[in-house]
């Protein structure tokens, strides 16, 4: 597809495709595609995260909705998760986040939620892409007497909240310290109220947001921002939230960053002994390390691996109705309780898990080992097949000889930004890093090289 990633339409705000244009066509297109027959399903909710781009396309989005006979539920500033959620409770035709999740302030996208609150199938994608597009033909005007309404919902962060509290069964966490970082982003104000309310004693930071200093060190790419504050305060632990709030990174009492396949491995275990681990199994992403397949193993867990996304670890539970599962980029899916990843939700669970057992974060976390893994991430020129770069190939094999049955690498292009990941993971710290620094360079020089002929 030209325009939908693997997490919606992402870009430079006021450069295509994050242009008031293409925000008015997709409202159209939204409304073309997703409409139904249901006079109750005419509505569509648009929460946004902090970034000034907002506004912009807040505004067009809602002329293409309305101008096409849909009513807009406008929530502000909201988490992702709350816009999935109060999509589905609200009983709308479609949520839209505008959101570019942990990318800097220039950038902005839309998520799009579907009726159930899950994000939409390729298809459905496909279909909204060929409409803005105009490769399939608009419907005809809307009569003036059947234009849609733009209503403010005042209660949107009240209802957000009482449901996250309730994902914990309102839980209490007074004697709990706890450090929230917002990254000046969609959580600022409700994820504070949302610990205090439970009793936690909060230290926030990044709940300034100014429309530009979104993920501006601080937030879930930055969470030693926050193992500081939990050192200075003698914390219990670190939240750092992403600019759309639907991911979380722990920082333990000591300010180290906790990853989040030990986050994913405590949770498991928490949830089967419980008994709430329907399936006895979870979902995960071929990024996740081999320790946590090993501790998952050992605790007679199975493991179902997907590809890299949030969507691919949520249709996997969708498909085999199982519980729970994650990315060690901090997503974690609660599939009892939400439709995607959830930040705040993610930190309650986890808090909950402390309290119930009486043991510190490091203390949970240290129920598995974690092979020494090194991500290098970079800037392409472009982004040829893989496969088509024979030279690299070679130097792949070569590296499969020398990882062995014990490591792996992993190669693949980012689905939101013009950039190459390479994944290198062994037993050997030394090993990784002389592979993952290797590959990369090779790699970078093989897609130049391809470029030149």
Request: contains cysteine; glycine residues 10%.
């Amino acid at each position: 597809m030209k325009l939908f990633g693997t997490d919606g339409i992402r870009g430079t705000a006021n450069e295509f495709p994050i242009t008031p244009e293409i925000a008015l066509r997709a409202g159209k297109a939204i409304t073309a595609v997703l409409r139904g027959s249901d006079p109750n399903r005419r509505r569509v909710i648009i929460g946004k995260d902090t970034r000034i781009s907002g506004y912009m396309l807040e505004t067009a989005l809602t002329s293409g909705l309305v101008s096409t006979g849909m009513d807009v539920l406008l929530v502000g500033p909201l988490p992702t998760p709350a816009v999935a959620h109060l999509t589905k409770s609200m009983g709308c035709a479609a949520g839209i986040m505008l959101t570019a999740s942990h990318n800097p302030y220039e950038d902005n996208g839309l998520k799009i939620f579907g009726a159930d609150g899950y994000k939409l199938s390729d298809e459905l994608e496909e279909k909204i892409e060929n409409f803005i597009l105009g490769e399939t033909q608009q419907e005809s005007p809307t009569p003036p007497a059947q234009i849609g309404k733009a209503t403010r919902i005042e209660d949107a962060r009240g209802r957000y909240i009482e449901f996250a509290k309730n994902t914990a069964d309102n839980i209490s966490l007074h004697g709990l310290k706890i450090v929230i970082d917002c990254g000046n982003g969609a959580a600022y104000y409700v994820a504070p109220l949302i610990f205090r309310e439970l009793g936690a004693e909060v230290i926030t930071m990044a709940t300034q947001p100014d429309g530009i200093n979104i993920n501006a060190d601080c937030g879930a790419l930055y969470p030693e921002a926050a193992g500081e504050l939990v050192k200075k305060h003698g914390a219990d632990l670190g939240v750092s939230f992403d600019g759309d709030a639907d991911r979380a990174i722990f920082t333990d009492a000591d300010g180290n960053t906790v990853s989040g396949d030990r986050i994913i491995a405590l949770c498991a275990l928490s949830l089967k002994q419980r008994g709430q681990l329907r399936g006895n199994s979870i979902a995960v992403t071929v990024m996740t390390n081999l320790g946590l397949h090993g501790a998952m193993e050992k605790a007679g867990i199975s493991v179902l691996t997907t590809g890299v996304g949030d969507r691919q670890v949520i249709e996997c539970l969708r498909a085999h109705d199982h519980s729970f599962g994650g990315e060690n980029s901090g997503h974690l899916i609660f599939a009892d309780h939400a439709t995607t990843g959830d930040g705040i939700l993610s930190a309650l669970q986890v808090l909950r898990v402390m309290k119930e057992s009486g043991r510190s974060l490091q203390s949970l976390a240290e129920c598995m080992d974690e092979y020494p893994q090194q991500l290098e991430s970079f800037k392409v020129p472009s982004r040829p097949a893989l496969e088509s770069l024979t030279d690299f190939q070679q130097l792949l094999k070569e590296a499969d000889r020398a990882l062995g049955k014990h490591g792996r690498h992993l190669i693949r292009y980012s689905g939101t930004e013009n950039k190459a990941r390479v994944l290198v993971e062994h037993p050997d710290q030394e090993t990784v890093s002389h592979w993952c620094e290797r590959l990369s360079a090779a790699l970078l020089q093989s897609i130049s090289a391809s470029i030149s002929h």
